[in-house]
């Protein structure tokens, strides 16, 4: 996204002065990507929302404040949010040598957000929102570190933890995703 861009601010400018675009080079310290994908840099769905379509985090949000999903689009960023709660479970399963990104920003900005839309009373909302900050924090640490093996297994109890928090206060709020709504184990 930030070389397109980039390409689009360079050929403007080229445009204007009448000459040729030369290469772009960049460097990046910490790129990873997801062989599901070799084109896509991996990164939590959560955090991608924050830089492309940060209406969801809104929608999410206010669908877990007021426990109901009003519209399709709704309907669609929980679903992505089980998804996502998914994607960083299993980012928190087994040791990665080249890493796995985890949700941070995301994680802070729906914090806030429910922190900012809920009732005054309403404690349920309250430990969401500190526990989608804790898991945040949490990340960050680990983030913080050389991201080796000792660092994952001391990480990835508590990330665990707040995770499936996180799903079982999305479920107390929402109630259970259709596909399980329906079972009777």
């Known amino acids: 996204m930030n070389i397109a861009e980039l390409r689009s601010l360079q050929t403007e400018i080229a445009s204007e002065l009448g000459i040729k675009c030369g290469r772009i080079t960049t460097i990046a310290a910490d790129a990873r990507t997801i062989a599901k994908s070799p084109t896509q840099v991996a990164m939590p769905i959560i955090d991608r929302w924050l830089d492309q379509v940060p209406d969801r985090l809104h929608l999410l949000a206010d669908a877990l404040v007021h426990r109901s999903v009003r519209t399709d689009s709704q309907r669609r960023a929980v679903a992505e949010w089980r998804q996502a709660l998914v994607e960083l479970k299993s980012a928190t399963k087994e040791f990665n040598n080249d890493g796995v990104p985890i949700a941070i920003e995301g994680l ?65 709020r929402l109630g259970l995703p259709p596909t399980l709504a329906g079972s009777t184990a």
């Open 108 to 172: 802070r900005m729906l914090a806030a957000y429910v922190n900012a839309t809920a009732e005054p009373g309403d404690t349920d909302a309250a430990v969401l929102a500190t526990k989608l900050q804790a898991l945040a924090d949490h990340n960050q640490g680990y983030e913080d570190t050389k991201r080796e093996a000792g660092n994952f297994r001391t990480w990835s109890p508590a990330a665990q933890y707040f995770v499936e928090e996180l799903e079982r206060l999305t479920n107390l």
